[in-house]
């Protein structure tokens, strides 16, 4: 039998909602601010700045919640500069200069993630942060995990975030909730998994503002 291969992560897809509710595309829109320096990718963690836009987020390892943290990242609209139309885009390209430029996020702290676990925390490495790892359900299902900033794809417009589940049962970001059964490979190992943010690490579910 051949099994579906993945060959690099692709940042956090919404799939569920914890207790077995379907996610039915619920998401708000946040703006960005005018010329904001970073390139922000489909499936990539976002978090607000004091002034209520937001940027592409720090999380990584942190043992405690980043200020501001508020979900995950599917695309956003702005009048371009150039043309003065309206347009949609899958990524925020960065350095854009527009007054109304609005990210779509999903901000629910009870959405399920699908995320491709990888080898290192090392972002953008060939053979860390972008080389997907097959692991046991044994070994990852009562674990945390931390996150892995690799950059996106403008070609694309979809980011590359992934994620490092390291058989540890400390405080991260993200809490491993399952494995994903359509790429268990042939040795019963599995690259994709449901992951939701850690309890405390969401702006709506932590009690000091950003």
Same mark, same amino acid.
């Given at each position: 039998?051949?099994?579906?291969?993945?060959?690099?992560?692709?940042?956090?897809?919404? %799939?569920?909602?914890?207790?077995?509710?379907?996610?039915? /595309?619920?998401?708000?829109?946040?703006? @960005?601010?005018?010329?904001?320096?970073?390139?922000?990718?489909?499936?990539?963690? %976002? $978090?607000?700045?004091?002034?209520?836009?937001?940027?592409?987020?720090?999380? $990584?390892?942190?043992?405690?919640?980043?200020?501001?943290? @508020? /979900?995950?990242?599917?695309?956003?609209?702005?009048?371009?500069?150039?043309?003065?139309? #309206?347009? !949609?885009? $899958?990524?925020?390209?960065?350095?854009?200069?527009?007054?109304?430029?609005?990210?779509?996020?999903?901000?629910?702290?009870?959405?399920?993630?699908?995320?491709?676990?990888?080898?290192?925390?090392?972002?953008?490495?060939?053979?860390?942060?972008?080389?997907?790892?097959?692991?046991?359900?044994?070994?990852?299902?009562?674990? *945390?995990?931390?996150? #892995?900033?690799?950059?996106?794809?403008?070609?694309?417009?979809?980011?590359?975030?992934?994620?490092?589940?390291? *058989?540890?049962?400390? %405080?991260?970001?993200?809490?491993?909730?399952?494995?994903?059964?359509?790429?268990?490979?042939?040795?019963?190992? !599995?690259?994709?998994?449901?992951?939701? !943010?850690?309890?405390?690490? &969401?702006?709506?579910? &932590?009690? #000091?503002?950003?």
């Amino acid at each position: 039998m051949a099994y579906p291969t993945i060959s690099a992560p692709y940042g956090l897809k919404p %799939v569920g909602l914890v207790g077995g509710h379907n996610y039915v /595309g619920s998401t708000r829109k946040i703006p @960005i601010a005018s010329n904001y320096g970073t390139g922000i990718f489909y499936g990539d963690v %976002v $978090q607000y700045t004091s002034d209520g836009t937001i940027i592409i987020s720090t999380l $990584q390892n942190n043992t405690s919640a980043v200020a501001g943290v @508020i /979900g995950v990242f599917l695309g956003c609209s702005f009048t371009d500069p150039n043309s003065g139309q #309206v347009v !949609f885009r $899958q990524n925020y390209p960065a350095s854009t200069v527009a007054s109304d430029i609005e990210a779509i996020v999903v901000d629910d702290p009870n959405v399920i993630f699908k995320v491709v676990n990888v080898t290192n925390t090392t972002a953008n490495g060939a053979t860390t942060g972008l080389a997907p790892l097959a692991k046991s359900r044994a070994t990852t299902i009562s674990c *945390n995990a931390e996150l #892995v900033l690799n950059t996106g794809l403008t070609a694309t417009g979809n980011g590359r975030m992934g994620v490092f589940i390291n *058989n540890v049962t400390s %405080v991260l970001p993200f809490t491993v909730i399952d494995v994903v059964p359509d790429t268990v490979d042939s040795a019963g190992n !599995f690259t994709e998994f449901l992951v939701k !943010f850690t309890a405390g690490y &969401h702006r709506y579910d &932590h009690t #000091v503002g950003v």
